[in-house]
């Protein structure tokens, strides 16, 4: 039932900021964990931040610290990763997935995937 949209993306110099969001429907995302991946051309796709059913946040990608964070908008339904000094090897496909509960720690293991948004950081 659930399902996941992603918008936001585009292209932004570095140094500047970008605001991503998933919006859910189909279902309350109260119960639910949402990650933020990325894939960029030519490597594997990797986590970058999860927040969990109850807020805790979890970071996979450490040149995301201090720059990247994660927020959840219940009554939005909507979990944004919001992106600031960008660098160009953020550049990315950004997909947003859902869990149950709790992070996961493989991306096989999310049920629930958006169509993700390009990300492009270059002067």
């Known amino acids: 039932q659930l399902q996941l949209v992603e918008s936001g993306g585009g292209l932004v110099q570095p140094g500047g900021s970008l605001r991503l969001s998933c919006e859910a429907s189909?279902?309350?995302?109260?119960?639910?964990?949402i990650s933020w991946f990325r894939q960029a051309p030519g490597k594997e796709r990797e986590g970058v931040l999860c927040i969990n059913y109850i807020d805790i946040s979890t970071i996979y990608l450490n040149s995301g610290k201090g720059r990247f964070t994660i927020s959840r908008d219940n009554a939005k339904n909507t979990v944004y990763l919001q992106m600031d000094n960008l660098k160009p090897e953020d550049t990315a496909v950004y997909s947003c997935?859902?869990?149950?509960?709790?992070?996961?720690?493989?991306?096989?293991?999310?049920?629930?995937w958006g169509q993700g948004t390009q990300v492009t950081v270059s002067s």
């Open positions: 997935a859902a869990a149950r509960f709790v992070c996961r720690d493989t991306s096989s293991k999310y049920d629930t």
């Open positions: 189909g279902s309350t995302l109260n119960s639910y964990a």
